[in-house]
């Protein structure tokens, strides 16, 4: 038998109450950041978006584990949107080119093509900072902002410190759709050809 599994045997109930714990207060404080900021990024979208759209969300499910590369975890919030798509929001830990792991506060949408096609061009050339990012599948577009380690040391306000990043990144997607023009407006501006 592995060490690990010797060592955890003991722990392991304590330690997955701890874990639950953890998540359930992610999911609330990125719940508690999008209800504050849904009327606003629905107005900027074109999308009239309700509290009760909004679903705890967590990637990879434990069942999905044995296919997980441990190079990702999402934990936060999910938000269907009506003939939109799905606006993911909360933590994201990923794994960056130089090999290290951390969290970053993230907001991803996927949008059914040719959509994603459309939305990603019309916000992207708007994106003056730069923030907007296609992910590896195919039809996601996210804005994060990494959770610097000397901000993990702050014990006393990292509640704080995520929530105003959350904020920020709520703020981002709402400026982008709001300069685009909303959904609508970027669906009936022709295209180019690919």
Known sequence: MSDLFVEGFGDYFDAFCA??????QAQILSTNVLKDSLTDLGHAIGANL?????????????????RWDCSFLWLGVSCKMPDIGIFYFGLLW??????????SAAGTFSLPR??????WQALKT????????????????TIWERIQ??????KEDLKGIVEEK?????????????????IDRIMQTPQPLP
């Open 19 to 24: 874990v639950r714990e953890f998540c359930r």
């Open 114 to 119: 040719p959509r994603f096609d459309a939305v």
């Open 166 to 182: 959350l904020k920020k990144i709520a703020e981002e997607w709402t400026r982008l759709w709001e300069s685009a023009g909303g």
């Open 149 to 154: 380690p000397d901000e993990l040391t702050n």
């Open 50 to 66: 309700q509290p009760d759209l909004i679903q705890p969300y967590h990637l990879p499910n434990l069942s999905d584990a044995p």
């Open 126 to 141: 708007r994106d003056d900072r730069d923030l907007l990012k296609k992910e590896s599948e195919p039809n996601e577009m």
């Open 94 to 103: 990923q794994t960056f080119p130089e090999g290290t792991t951390a969290p």
